[in-house]
């Protein structure tokens, strides 16, 4: 495997389902990554460590994912500067998932976390790819081909509601 | 001046105003105390080593407060294992407080945050001395006191209201 | 058994599923606690009795947990000089845990309550731990390894994470 | 100066502005009220003497304000068996009024507050005096002269208004 | 059956599964009354007849159920003088209830509805009990009798709880 | 079949089980309508296309449904000046609808969106024939003919109602 | 003056300020409309009437202003078969608007209002003239217009940018 | 002037008091860009020009800032495969901001939008200086720089603070 240019870090083990997206549209992008557990809140030391040397490695950018009140993306771009995502998750100690958003979202001037939806690890995902897709043709191609593909999966949609009898007078 | 017992920080100078309620208070309750800035997002490794040493330095309680994505009093409760009192502070990026509120309270199960009312860095100090007064009775006599000048504040304002000519059975 | 130092209380029977895990991590951390359930809408003669008594009875930390328009902890915290942690607890009559949550938290200056996350009664533990721990060194030495086998349980996540197939040259 | 039928209290001096809504409107509907200050966090015992001597003392219906974690009507409601209306006021303390809502509002089965508006004094007021005009024809009646003169005070607005020059057929 | 003194209303027959809890604890409490769906939206011309007459036919209280945008009960009381005591229900098309609460509670000065916590018909019933009380020994009687039934309660879960196992020095 | 005159659009296949409602009520008040997906995320083009040449086709009404960051009713209303009716739909990936709402309900001043409750397809339905029926008497006669309907279920219900026991002076 | 097409009403003489940009604006398009007070609240009676009579009258649409529990658009579209706009109005008793949205938008099936922004008055009048203009010409062309204009109005904010120093190479 | 590396855009020229913190900061970290007007609601066309164009021009990252039911985001992600970073902003017809934030926070799956925190232009601008700087690295060293520029300030609170006259033992 070649250098990730990627780093997937989540708080806990149980963020992994949510997470594993991410991971899954950057394979699918062919973008490199790594993923890991880091907690801000349990292992505070290791997320420094993680923080302070990702630059280093070769890391590009750093998408968090955390929930309730969620830390590890801000902290974690307090450290780098580095560009950082943060994915708000739903965990089950979370009130309806708005701790998860605000306490990513609403970081003070000069520390920005590029936060995306509530559980949006695929998100997360794509943007990290557009990141590394600014200087990377192979990829930024990929993103293209992505978006016909979801434009193709609409107009599939478009065939099945008319073939299910819905009249459309605008495709016919 | 003797050993403080209280460390009180925040994220910003500019939460001053709010936060010296707390010193205020403690030293009316004639609590030592510290208060400085200690910012998680801005000096992380200040951060670090104030919640690594307090414990050492003689600090019983820490008081933090921080508006936002606020991530300052979950973070030192992460490090240290004394307990941490958490102020949400209603700062001017604040979507109504409801982040700073949210981003305090919300902690994982593991490490607790002691969170009181939005701006409620009075009761931050309060709350701290009475932490002090479970082994201090001269601290748990100043509560007591002042608890009844709280009593007597509104037994004043009953004679107050009686003045200004609302009748009142129940007084009479 | 010897004396509590911890009173857990509560607003109904039901809500026990919830804070039995505030006993339960006080056992594991050493700390003597009596529980059980006091009404302040139901017995408000027994809640003053309970927060009139609690200090002269040895208790040196109340834990008091609620729902709906939960009234509880603030009333205890009215009532003694002693610590209150409260716990917001999402009953059934709740929206969304919202009602519990800023019935307990917001309270008004002079009398605060140490609130900690919605249904959050394993962090009123460690709290109450936490404040005895400041004068009882086994109590803080318990936390401090609780704080490690937090840490521990990260790392055990890591290396399932890296057998599961992840890449992660961090920690390689 | 007869037997006062309805209780008015209010947790703070401060809270008098809204609440002095409730005792004019009760003047005006010709219903006789006592007004003071109970605070249930600062004066508990005498919340409890207020409550339990109330229905005693010939009240009929209790009207209590209180802002932020507002705890006095549903305390209150605890005691009595009276009515308690609660007036949910929006104090300095409060995030934008709904902790003094959700506090007073979502008491549990067994124990109602009959809450009104935010800041809603007025209709608190009203609401007494309906309470004791279920039994009182002069009240009563007044009660259908305060209706007529809300309809007359929008037929002037319609008035108004045309003069203004807007142009109303259905008034033509 | 004698006159019914509480008329209990609803806006659609799904209503009745909360809304019976309202003539159940009326049947308890020895008050008569009388129950039907009353839907503002959808028959607003026989919510202008009931509530025009209600008076006459005898009713003391009006209790009114609804969910969504919830008009039945701010109608009903914008058309007679009787008290009407609002119940927000969380009905299948409401956003967790915020909808039915608010568009009950916050009606403006000079209509008032007195809400009860969201599905609250219980309470709704408790509460009209409790203005028949203020003018009836035998309703105020069987009010006091369920508040010591309240508290009896409470105390047997005190003692199950400590048959269970847990230690409580304060009932010792 | 003959012109349509409302067109039904939704962001996603998924949002069918929800829309359908609305071609359903339109196809029972004998409305000519047209029912397809268009993605403002995915489809960008389509979508442009589709609102620019809807008023030449003979469409007089949009529906237009989305979830989420719901873009496609306001986009649809910046483009054509029909009527469009958005519907916010509470998909998987929203925040208890509260996203869908407010994204489509908080339109710029110009460009309106005549927005129908969190799911209310069957309203969207509804209004779209209310305003073809502002010039078509069949349809408005429909309309007066599904009112009475509605109030003829209500009756329904009170006969129900008073066959299963609970008494109602009122109907008597 | 020739027969108003659109009847604007609102719950108070003080809504007005917001109200009249609805009749403001349709003047603009050349739509003829009446403007009065109409209160659900204090003038039930009138109402009834209003809506009742409104389509004799050839009133084809409704725009309906209020605040706080806003119960006039809805019952208004209860009586009426119209098409019927509602205003949220953020008037001073409104919880942040919050009330006025939600007691507008979440109407039940069956009874839908055309719910605009919060003081979205503007927004009620363009939405009104769009539904006449699906049947005038005239209207519909001024529709186009005002349309051209809110462009041009962006263009020249364009222009002025790159006047004040900004480089905007996409319109070079 | 050379290449502009990222572009600034906003929906109204009453967003540049909030977005020009966005230019001022790339000024200062040294990254080209370019600043105008491009309104999804009221110039669409405009919109798809310049998103389908960006790449093709150069520009490597989007900051897009809109208020209210905020679309321009939203809809210039659907369109190009550059990263997109949205700004909500707390307009005059916003909900609190809530409508803001929402809006452009939660995109749908297979098109993010970097979302920073309410009025947070300034943290757009550092992020997208932190995309450009992935590959350049003048910008990434910029950021180093101003890293340490913003832990010297806390550090300067510190000072100031202690001349204030506030102990603080930690930094003695």
Chains 1, 2, 3, 4, 5, 6, 7, 8 share one sequence.
Request: charged residues 20%.
């Amino acid at each position: 495997m070649s250098q990730p240019l990627v780093g997937i870090i989540m708080g806990s083990e149980s963020d992994l389902k949510i997470m594993q997206e991410a991971s899954e549209i950057l394979q699918q992008l062919g973008v490199e990554f790594e993923l890991t557990v880091v907690s801000a809140h349990r292992t505070p030391q290791r997320m420094m460590d993680y923080a302070v040397g990702a630059k280093e490695r070769g890391i590009k950018v750093i998408v968090a994912g955390a929930g309730g009140a969620a830390h590890l993306p801000g902290m974690v771009a307090a450290i780098t500067t580095l560009p950082v995502i943060g994915v708000p998750i739903k965990s089950s100690n979370s009130i309806d998932g708005w701790d998860s958003v605000l306490s990513i979202l609403q970081m003070p001037g000069g520390v920005p976390v590029a936060t995306v939806a509530l559980n949006g690890a695929k998100n997360a995902g794509i943007l990290a790819a557009q990141i590394i897709g600014t200087h990377s043709k192979p990829v930024a191609d990929k993103l293209v081909e992505m978006k016909k593909q979801m434009r193709e999966k609409v107009e599939n949609s478009v065939r099945e509601i008319r073939i299910a009898g819905y009249n459309n007078e605008f495709d016919s």
